[in-house]
């Protein structure tokens, strides 16, 4: 792991969040969005069903900081403490090459502020600044307009090339 890599991204501040790496006293909160019916309209295996779900996919996330020395952020509303979404980057293997997939996700309650795209805006400026040899992806279902809105807004073009049946596809950084 690369532990400056690690040190930048381990905890950063926007102008209204917390992003943060992830510890197992998180579950409950992610449970919470990812858990939602409505944070999961468009996601196609649905909402998470339980807590150990939750317990795993934090630990799963865990295991990237600890491999990469980044991952995804839980997001924090510094007023309050409580975790009102998800998100980041995370090293992902796609179309034959290592890629990061940049992720966003918050609790119905925080929606409408504009935190999704602050914090895919600092993901991706923060990748490009510190991993710039992988490109950032969004893959998002066709129907999701508001994740295509803030992958347009933070600058991602979308490549109807690489587009698949299920997912348009927005990209910052690749090259062929």
């Known amino acids: 792991m690369n532990l400056v890599i690690r040190k930048v ?11 943060r790496m992830p510890i197992p006293e998180d579950s409950p909160f992610v449970l919470s969005i990812e858990g939602d019916p409505a ?27 600890l491999t990469y020395g980044y991952g995804y952020w839980v997001a924090v509303w510094p007023p309050q403490s409580d975790v009102i979404g998800v998100g ?28 999704a795209t602050e914090l895919a805006r600092v993901a991706v400026q923060m990748a490009r600044d510190h991993i710039p040899e992988l490109p ?26 690489l587009d698949t049946t299920e997912h348009m596809v927005f990209i910052k950084g690749w090259t062929n």
């Open 88 to 115: 980041g980057i995370r090293r992902y293997h796609w179309r034959e090459r290592d890629v990061l997939n940049l992720y966003y996700r918050f609790s119905p309650k925080a929606w409408g502020h504009g935190y």
């Open 136 to 161: 950032v992806v969004a893959r998002i279902r066709s129907s999701n307009t508001p994740s295509i809105r803030v992958a347009e807004k933070i600058g991602l073009q979308h490549r109807p090339d």
């Open 9 to 19: 991204f381990e905890q950063v501040r926007t102008n209204n969040l917390i992003l």
């Open 39 to 65: 944070t999961n309209r468009y996601r196609p295996s649905g909402p998470m069903k339980n807590l150990n779900e939750a317990e795993e996919k934090v630990e799963e996330w865990r295991k990237d900081w």
